[in-house]
């Protein structure tokens, strides 16, 4: 490819609402142009990156044995309304309707459309395992889109879905798309990690993320440095506590505390350590009629240490808690009859439902809100100023310094971005849709199934928040929208630079590297510049002063200085590099 002949438009500033890296760098370098709130256009140098990204996933998806097909963008209401998805999901769910007024939707993902081509093609255990694959647009109203590609509305995203026969055979289906979303993500080069992870709307008992590691990144990862454990911050288990709880040494108070409605501040006042403190934290639960009216409310009170945040994923694993909200001001005055920042178990003004965080169920001589505006008490004890806890659970997030549930160590955490997802679903999925097989034993049977995702669209961003300096991006060369670029100098004014240019050019082109000419004739600062911000991992620069010594200048995009090769060399120095 010559430059002259693509579509090359950098800006020297990035958008307004660019909030991430990635998003400036891949709208600076005219990788993507937004069209709506995220919605892009992947132009010319992006769609690049994008496409060679599909081609290693289809590679090792064919390699796995997956079967790939395109199931429709826009899908028919009738299918989510069997698994019941059309009214769950909310309004992340796009509904539309045709000029007949049927409904439809545009997908998010494809469990049901893939479940009814199952139970239409597939009727014997014979025809099974099967793994059926797409790399196709999917559209989710998120609420906030933001960071480009990273949150966007409109994205792509490969989806496959495994039907085994019986459970055992569904764990190797999972074993195998799990051994190649890790071919997958070694090809790209960039480094990741596999972690433990809640199946969320989707469903399942068994789910892996596979999230690059970036500081930027919205996802906190749990791992163990010492062993293999790791999980996302809303799978990670905290331990219960192993120490007895201690014996009461203070007699109860209340304390004035005025202003003061956070743990941290009543902690700083009373000269106290944060994690003496215990908030509370007021959620409620629905009981709803047959046409959606609330008939019952309950109002639950968590109790967690201070220092501690609240894992929502856990807590609506909490019997009784699956569909909590957080409880309206009005609803806590009811029952605590007081505004929050003051709240806490004793004095209630109605009963609620309590349950304890495992490392508040062994404090002595804690504090907690007074149920009275500007007061705390302090020295509370379960046994002696409460009764012991009834409900204890693991409700919060995990902390570093942790120990870790295998055993091995103590808990670190760092900064990831969710590439890609494998959940092991069961027949969640075939028995809402009563998609069956002839077994074995020749009766019918559901399916057993697995699903797994990779954001193509999304992984470029990752890479790019993974991989960027304070010049541009850094692509790996696996997935870089050129692989080579070749920079001469006053290319139009000297034909000794335009003759070698073009020889490098066609010896490259050859040998089936991926390289851009770039014969626009630039300033040699602005050329650069823009090869730099673009990121293209090696590049070659050409010019009648160098070639005067028989020298180019050779810089791979990670070096901080160009290296002096012999023009004689440089294809060679470009093979070795390359791995040709």
């Given at each position: 490819?010559?430059?002259?002949?693509?579509?090359?438009?950098?800006?020297?500033e990035?958008?307004?609402?660019?909030?991430?890296?990635?998003?400036?760098?891949?709208?600076?370098?005219?990788?993507?142009?937004?069209?709506?709130?995220?919605?892009?256009n992947?132009?010319?140098?992006?769609?690049?990156?994008?496409?060679?990204?599909?081609a290693?996933?289809?590679?090792?998806?064919?390699?796995?044995?997956?079967?790939?097909v395109?199931?429709?963008?826009?899908?028919p209401?009738?299918?989510?309304?069997?698994?019941?998805?059309?009214?769950?999901?909310g309004?992340?769910?796009?509904?539309?309707?045709?000029?007949?007024?049927?409904?439809?939707?545009?997908?998010?993902?494809?469990?049901?459309?893939?479940?009814?081509?199952?139970?239409?093609?597939?009727?014997?255990?014979?025809?099974?395992?099967?793994?059926?694959?797409?790399?196709q647009?999917?559209?989710?109203?998120e609420?906030?889109p933001?960071?480009?590609?990273m949150?966007?509305?409109?994205?792509?995203?490969?989806?496959a879905?495994?039907?085994?026969?019986?459970?055992?055979?569904?764990?190797?289906?999972?074993?195998?798309?799990?051994?190649?979303?890790?071919?997958?993500?070694?090809?790209?080069?960039?480094?990741?990690?596999?972690?433990?992870?809640?199946?969320?709307?989707?469903?399942?008992?068994?789910?892996?993320e596979?999230?690059?590691?970036?500081?930027?990144?919205?996802?906190?990862?749990?791992?163990?440095?010492?062993?293999?454990?790791?999980?996302?911050?809303?799978?990670?288990?905290?331990?219960?506590?192993?120490?007895?709880?201690?014996?009461?040494?203070?007699?109860?108070?209340?304390?004035?505390?005025?202003?003061?409605?956070?743990?941290?501040?009543?902690?700083?006042?009373?000269?106290?350590?944060?994690?003496?403190?215990?908030?509370?934290?007021?959620l409620?639960t629905?009981?709803?009629?047959?046409?959606?009216?609330?008939?019952?409310?309950?109002?639950?009170?968590?109790?967690?240490?201070?220092?501690?945040?609240?894992?929502?994923?856990k807590?609506g694993?909490?019997?009784?808690?699956?569909?909590?909200?957080?409880?309206?001001?009005a609803?806590?005055?009811?029952?605590?009859g007081?505004?929050?920042?003051?709240l806490?178990?004793?004095?209630?003004k109605?009963?609620?439902?309590i349950?304890?965080?495992?490392?508040?169920a062994?404090?002595?001589?804690?504090?907690?809100?007074?149920?009275e505006?500007?007061?705390?008490?302090?020295?509370?004890?379960?046994?002696r100023?409460?009764?012991e806890?009834?409900?204890v659970?693991?409700?919060r997030?995990?902390v570093?310094?942790?120990?870790?549930?295998d055993?091995?160590?103590?808990?670190?955490?760092?900064?990831?971005?969710e590439?890609?997802?494998?959940?092991?679903?069961g027949?969640?999925?075939?028995?809402?849709?009563?998609?069956?097989f002839?077994?074995?034993?020749?009766?019918?049977?559901?399916?057993?199934?697995?699903?797994y995702?990779?954001?193509?669209?999304?992984?470029?961003?990752?890479?790019?928040?993974?991989n960027?300096?304070?010049?541009?991006?850094?692509?790996?060369?696996?997935?870089?929208?050129?692989?080579?670029?070749?920079?001469?100098?006053?290319?139009?004014?000297s034909?000794?630079?335009?003759?070698?240019?073009?020889?490098?050019?066609?010896?490259?082109?050859?040998?089936?590297?991926?390289?851009?000419?770039?014969?626009?004739?630039?300033?040699?600062?602005?050329?650069?510049?823009?090869?730099?911000?673009?990121g293209?991992p090696h590049?070659?620069?050409?010019?009648?002063r160098?070639?005067?010594?028989?020298?180019?200048e050779?810089?791979?995009?990670r070096?901080?200085?160009?290296?002096?090769?012999?023009?004689?060399?440089?294809?060679?120095?470009?093979?070795?590099?390359?791995?040709?």
């Amino acid at each position: 490819m010559k430059a002259s002949q693509f579509l090359i438009s950098t800006l020297k500033e990035a958008p307004a609402d660019a909030e991430v890296v990635s998003h400036k760098l891949m709208t600076r370098a005219g990788m993507i142009k937004k069209l709506g709130a995220g919605i892009y256009n992947y132009m010319p140098m992006g769609l690049r990156v994008i496409r060679k990204v599909e081609a290693i996933v289809r590679e090792e998806m064919n390699r796995a044995g997956a079967i790939e097909v395109t199931m429709p963008v826009v899908q028919p209401a009738e299918l989510w309304q069997e698994t019941g998805r059309f009214d769950k999901m909310g309004p992340e769910l796009l509904r539309i309707q045709d000029r007949h007024g049927r409904d439809f939707i545009v997908q998010p993902t494809s469990e049901e459309v893939v479940t009814d081509i199952a139970r239409q093609e597939f009727k014997s255990y014979k025809q099974l395992p099967k793994n059926l694959y797409q790399i196709q647009t999917k559209f989710r109203d998120e609420r906030r889109p933001r960071f480009g590609l990273m949150r966007g509305r409109e994205f792509v995203m490969k989806d496959a879905y495994s039907f085994d026969k019986d459970r055992d055979a569904a764990q190797i289906s999972y074993q195998t798309m799990r051994e190649a979303y890790k071919r997958i993500f070694d090809r790209f080069g960039l480094q990741y990690r596999a972690v433990r992870a809640d199946s969320g709307a989707i469903g399942g008992d068994l789910s892996e993320e596979f999230q690059v590691i970036a500081s930027t990144g919205e996802d906190a990862i749990v791992y163990c440095p010492s062993s293999d454990y790791a999980a996302n911050i809303e799978k990670a288990e905290s331990l219960a506590p192993t120490q007895q709880r201690p014996a009461a040494s203070e007699t109860m108070a209340k304390v004035a505390t005025p202003g003061n409605s956070t743990c941290e501040a009543v902690a700083e006042q009373l000269g106290l350590p944060l994690a003496r403190t215990v908030k509370s934290l007021v959620l409620a639960t629905d009981e709803l009629d047959d046409k959606g009216l609330i008939i019952k409310t309950q109002v639950w009170l968590l109790l967690l240490r201070g220092d501690h945040e609240m894992n929502e994923i856990k807590v609506g694993k909490v019997e009784g808690l699956a569909n909590f909200r957080f409880a309206s001001v009005a609803e806590i005055e009811d029952h605590f009859g007081c505004k929050p920042g003051y709240l806490g178990p004793i004095g209630l003004k109605k009963p609620v439902n309590i349950v304890v965080d495992r490392d508040v169920a062994v404090m002595a001589d804690w504090i907690c809100g007074a149920n009275e505006e500007d007061f705390h008490i302090t020295g509370v004890n379960f046994g002696r100023d409460l009764p012991e806890p009834a409900l204890v659970a693991d409700l919060r997030n995990v902390v570093a310094g942790d120990k870790s549930p295998d055993g091995q160590g103590e808990l670190a955490i760092e900064r990831g971005i969710e590439i890609g997802h494998v959940f092991y679903l069961g027949t969640k999925y075939s028995k809402a849709m009563e998609a069956t097989f002839l077994g074995d034993n020749g009766k019918p049977q559901h399916f057993e199934m697995g699903c797994y995702g990779i954001g193509v669209t999304r992984l470029p961003a990752a890479a790019v928040e993974q991989n960027h300096d304070e010049r541009g991006m850094i692509w790996p060369d696996a997935i870089a929208p050129f692989t080579v670029v070749i920079c001469p100098i006053g290319m139009s004014r000297s034909e000794a630079v335009k003759a070698e240019a073009e020889k490098l050019y066609s010896e490259l082109l050859a040998l089936g590297v991926d390289v851009i000419l770039d014969d626009r004739d630039e300033r040699p600062g602005a050329m650069l510049a823009d090869w730099e911000l673009i990121g293209v991992p090696h590049r070659v620069v050409l010019g009648d002063r160098g070639l005067k010594d028989g020298q180019v200048e050779y810089q791979q995009r990670r070096d901080t200085e160009a290296t002096k090769l012999a023009t004689t060399e440089v294809l060679n120095h470009l093979k070795s590099r390359l791995g040709l």
